[in-house]
């Protein structure tokens, strides 16, 4: 069976789809992240009750991020092409999809960092204004420190996502292992390729999903 799968297969071709995917998820985690946690930090302290509470714009960023999350990800990739031209040059390739791919997950990611920091302890906010701390003292030495668990699991499951999103934009020319699965395994009807990159999606999740795992456990024990 695995001599089967293995047999005719361009491993160069497969070695750099596996690179392109390896860089357009580090590229979109990082950037998405790099955007979302602040957004998401806005998104909580602007919310009802809280230090910066403005219900007017609490209520229409909420509405452009939960807008932003309901575009379909294969419908993203088509409307950003001019815009992802503008920005990269180019709207094919690994390099072609990562501003939709970052659109696509920054506003998922923004929600699950505001829900991790609705976990903090109120009470332990109110003592540190009652004693003078400002808004960045406040994020810095309590908000952050208290939720960064949910921070790395919040990343492990954009990252999850994000795999999924690298496989779809093969269908457009993306690069990585869904557009090796469209050319060879569904174009060229090799059948052993379109195996062989579900069994390394699959494993690519599941490190993922156990590197999240450690630190995690990592940072609840520290």
């Known amino acids: 069976m695995l001599q089967h799968i293995l047999m005719d297969i361009d491993w160069g071709e497969v070695n750099q789809a596996i690179f392109d995917t390896l860089f357009m998820l580090g590229v979109s985690v990082f950037f998405s992240a790099l955007i979302g946690i602040p957004l998401g930090i806005i998104l909580y302290l602007t919310d009802k009750g809280q230090i910066l509470q403005n219900k007017v714009f609490y209520v229409v960023f909420s509405f452009v991020i939960n807008l ?12 950003m092409m001019p815009l992802t031209i503008m920005l990269v040059g180019t709207s094919l390739g690994a390099k072609g999809v990562i501003p939709p ?45 208290e939720v960064m668990p949910g921070i790395i ?18 269908t457009v020319g993306g690069g990585g292992l869904g557009d090796l699965a469209i050319r060879y395994g569904y174009q060229r009807f090799q059948t052993n390729v379109m195996v062989l990159t579900v069994i390394l999606l699959v494993v690519l999740v599941q490190l993922i999903q156990f590197i999240g795992d450690k630190l995690v456990n990592h940072m609840r024990k520290h």
């Open 68 to 79: 932003l999350r309901s575009i379909p990800f294969i419908i993203l990739l088509i409307i």
């Open 101 to 145: 791919l970052i659109v696509g997950a920054f506003p998922f990611f923004t929600r699950l960092v505001e829900n991790s920091l609705k976990e903090v302890d109120r009470g332990v906010l109110d003592m540190a204004k009652s004693y003078g701390a400002t808004t960045w003292q406040i994020i810095r030495h309590i908000l952050l420190p």
């Open 153 to 170: 699991a919040s990343i492990t499951i954009t990252a999850i996502t994000l795999v999924s999103y690298t496989a779809m934009a093969g």
